[in-house]
């Protein structure tokens, strides 16, 4: 067998120890722990064995006496595969962490955070992390509609439990809200106000709490015979405000937007400004994820909101449970509420009919050729 698949096998299975490298080797436990502690008393020849076996295996230094003693890891782990930059403008991700660090040092249990690229990079993680005790278990977010990681930690037998769901978790224990009924009451909000076109600007396709609040977003519309309009973006402000753009200029642009965050929703409110548009008369706007940034700019935008730092708390109390009794109950958190403020209201007389280009009498036209509607 080749050795990479070797690593990769043994790595899931389970772990690695000194007595199997020694057993593969012919040699004792103890010139094991020489070679792997550079330590001397056995030749430069043996010691290169040992290591290569070690590597072969997929072994990894298990933080000393804790591995032997079989005690904690007194830690947790999240692992967020996103670009690090993005962090800074994730209020939601700031208010998890936050609820997560509160439930965990209430508990004496510290948290390890690391951030990397893809899923396939997220996985190794939590290979070398269950490998070297790092952790006595993670919590993983942003669930994919397929989702690799789900059967990857189900085989290494790592405690985890899943923010998301509850669908699409296989086995693991999961702590939700109620996203599609969420968008339902979104949706029946703008209808009651009188908009019958109705946008959603979405995030990452592939994410499985964007997919069902797009799959509820299109049935609702369906339900009250109004116009659906669906768009992705990838979270950031650039897209958001490009996917504003693209809405607004076009021959049948919406009355209402619902954006998938907040970062999102405040760049649309940018640009519908930069186009010399009234909010809410010419298009009313939605942000998911209430935060500090939707109440600071001008007018204030509706959000829907929920209690994020409670979300976070309650997801690592399931995992604290998990790790310390074997099992846990799957936990359903109340769904997002609408907060109207500034952003959303009835459609203007006319609103969105104009060609682009139009503006009021008395206004000055939008700047970069955009467009703005008659009222």
């Not at 830690?75 to 965990?104: K, N």
């Not at 942000?287 to 959000?303: E, F, G, N």
Request: proline residues 6%; contains cysteine; aromatic residues 4%.
């Amino acid at each position: 067998m080749p050795a990479e698949s070797s690593k990769s096998e043994n790595a899931v299975t389970r772990r690695v120890t000194i007595a199997d490298i020694a057993a593969r080797a012919g040699v004792s436990k103890g010139a094991v722990s020489y070679a792997l502690n550079d330590r001397p008393g056995i030749s430069e020849q043996t010691r290169k064995r040992i290591l290569d076996i070690a590597e072969d295996l997929g072994w990894y230094p298990n933080m000393a006496a804790r591995a032997l003693s079989g005690s904690r890891a007194g830690a947790c782990g999240l692992v967020l595969a996103r670009p690090a930059r993005t962090l800074a403008f994730e209020q939601f991700f700031m208010e998890l962490i936050a609820g997560i660090e509160s439930e965990l040092s209430s508990r004496g249990v510290g948290l390890t955070l690391q951030v990397v690229e893809d899923l396939e990079a997220e996985t190794a993680v939590y290979r070398r992390w269950w490998a070297e005790r790092r952790v006595d278990g993670v919590l993983v977010v942003d669930l994919r509609v397929e989702d690799p990681r789900v059967a990857e930690i189900e085989r290494l037998g790592l405690p985890a439990a899943v923010v998301g769901g509850p669908e699409g978790t296989g086995g693991l224990p999961a702590v939700w809200s109620d996203d599609s009924g969420a968008v339902v009451d979104v949706v029946r909000h703008l209808a009651a106000l009188g908009h019958r076109r109705i946008a959603r600007v979405g995030g990452i396709p592939d994410f499985r709490h964007s997919a069902e609040r797009t799959a509820a977003f299109l049935s609702t519309i369906e339900e009250l015979s109004l116009e659906p309009i669906v768009l992705t973006t990838d979270y950031m402000a650039e897209s958001g405000a490009q996917a504003t753009r693209q809405l607004l200029a076009g021959p049948d642009a919406p009355t209402a937007i619902v954006y998938d965050n907040d970062v999102l929703a405040i760049a649309g409110l940018g640009v519908a400004h930069e186009m010399g548009l009234d909010v809410p008369r010419d298009v009313s706007l939605v942000a998911w994820d209430d935060s500090l940034y939707c109440q600071a700019v001008h007018p204030p935008l509706t959000a829907m909101s929920r209690d994020i730092f409670a979300h976070g708390a309650h997801a690592a109390a399931a995992l604290l449970a998990l790790v310390e009794h074997g099992s846990v109950v799957r936990s359903g958190e109340p769904r997002a509420r609408l907060t109207a403020r500034g952003t959303t209201g009835p459609p203007g007389r006319g609103a969105g009919l104009l060609g682009p280009g139009a503006a009021r009498p008395g206004r000055r036209g939008p700047p970069h050729g955009g467009r703005a509607f008659d009222a």
